[in-house]
């Protein structure tokens, strides 16, 4: 069975690793591929700060809050590990910084210690006036990505370095099942009017006295919108653009001022610390994420597609619950194909 | 009395600050500082800088806690500003486990650092082999930073640095009029001070970037703390001990014991390893003397026996030692100007 997964960031490398790690001994014929025209570190999860933090609501859709647990508890699991380092993962504490008071998130009870902050706190952040303070996680994709792909080394899965067309292309080829992964670009395989960009941009600097997340709120203006500042394990991202539309992954200067000048202003120690360097994302932004399948038929046979994609701003944060729903699909696709068990004894 | 003469001797963390704050309480004092060792080579450089305050037997609490606030606003203010990262000083979350529960739940600093409470159980779940812990943010000095930054801040105001090697307090008085010891375990041999001993302490220091937030186990033996650039790792408390050199021996057990806290550091790189001869005693020293020889005088203020909790006090110790030194000032010019009538 022919398995080819589309797309290499965190969310295409990790549910070919969830997939083989369920799969592999109860189909023996199973067979990996990963087809992606970019891999690390030139995906949308490289430039990711890779903090793990839901966006403040989850507007009822508990399936996502539950993947999101999955993949916090998973990650927690793996700290105490050898992998933990190789693997681009640490404990990191830090503050949510609001202008008025905020009903609590849907997961304050997943991330540890989560408290409100002190009135002594907030004398920290001129302007702001309520927030939280909790500990999370950090998943750096430039480490993760080359981990998730040594595992799939390891474990014999193929990598081709090019870029899909269509669907039709990889079944005509003989694949079973095609894993769509593929982010931002996944209007280019089946037009999807709900997935948009969410346009970032980050400047990158060496502040290595700064060990705390910070994350503002401005309620009008949107998630990403406010400055934050995540401290990674080489250097600190400041960022705090999130532009619905816009598909340019230039830098803009525009932008860069806005970034610099709103993060120095909420911590005035910045000012010293030096630019190492600036990117321009994609946040595959869509109302929800798209997790399901979908049935194609060429000729007489019948293709499957799992799409996995519209993880916005929060790919890293949900990767390994939508893995593990994928897998779960991919399960239900192997029972409706009534594959083959154990070998039978010849008559 | 022209503009009064004042020594520091000692140029650690308490000395310096001692200086700054004397050069802000007396701004018309022509102030030096005399020391044989100046950063990086003072026991200060060897500490980790961690606002946790050691509890000094000898000294009421609400004393110590009053030193304590002032150290800590003192340095919050700076954390806060565009001085920080030369400075050295930042702020840091963490957590205080316990084997056993310890003899006070909320010690007399847990209002003084930011948001301090009891762990989770979750919190816990990843310290299997303790029971109970504290969690709280508070702030770090990057020792030598730190000590740069006093130096640099003291000479912009005119304060002179001096090395010497100062082997009898009496042979400055007639330089100076008031002279300040703040000269830490050197005092048992400057002053005799029989009641001052060394307790050894040896850290590592490790590059451990992604290490983010600090780790203490409250018996105070071993300890993870994110500086700047490094992790410092301890420790040891070996009482009466002098030795300076690095034990290998003892290298590995805090290497072991922090990774049994925090299992990632054993891909921790570039290990330094440093010794520190914390200058302990039952109080801190803060007191004026009058030393006198034939009838001359020389007005003498200590402020030294911090211990292991020089930096959580510094600076708080630092103003009353400058108010001491005001105090001798106005002495001196009092008798003096009755020495005219």
Redesign the interface.
Known sequence: MRVAIVGAGVIGLSTALCLHQQYHSLVPSLELEVYADRYSPHTTSDGAAGFWQPYLSDHGNLQETLWNKETFDYLLGH????A???M?L?????YNLFTQPVPDPPWKNIV??F?N??P??LE?FPGYSYGW?N?AL?LEGRSYLPWLTNKLTQRGVKFFHKKVESFQEVFAQGVDVLINCTGIRAGELQPDPELQPGRGQIIKVL??????FIITHDIKSGIYNSPYVI?G??FTVLGGIYQHGNWSEENSAQDHQTVWENCCRLL??L???KIVGEWSGLRPARPRVRLERETFHHGQLQAEVIHNYGHGGFGITIHWGCAMAAARLFGSILQEKKLPGPPQPRL | MAAPKVAVVGAGVIGLSTALCITEACPSCSVSVLSDQFSPNTTSDVAAGMLIPHTYPGTPIHVQKQWFKETFTYLFAISNSAEAPEAGIHLVSGWQVFKNPPKEETPFWSDVVLGFRPMSEAELQKFPRHQFGQAFTTLKCDCPSYLLWLEKRLKATGVQMHTRKVEDLWDLHSEYNVVVNCAGIGAHQLVGDQELFPIRGQVLEVHAPWVKNFIRDGDGFTYVYPGIQRVTLGGTREKDIWSLSPDPGTTKDIFDRCCSLEPSLQKAQDVMVKVGLRPSRPSVRLQREVFSQGGLKLAVVHNYGHGAGGFSVHRGTAKEAARLVGECIAALQGSSSRAKL
Do not use: D, N, Y
């Open positions: 700290l105490g590990s050898p933990a380092k190789e681009g640490f404990l990191i504490s830090g540890l210690g408290r902050l002190t002594k706190e920290l303070f500990t950090m502040a290595p006295w700064v060990k705390h401290p394990s080489e005035p120690a000012q010293k610390a």
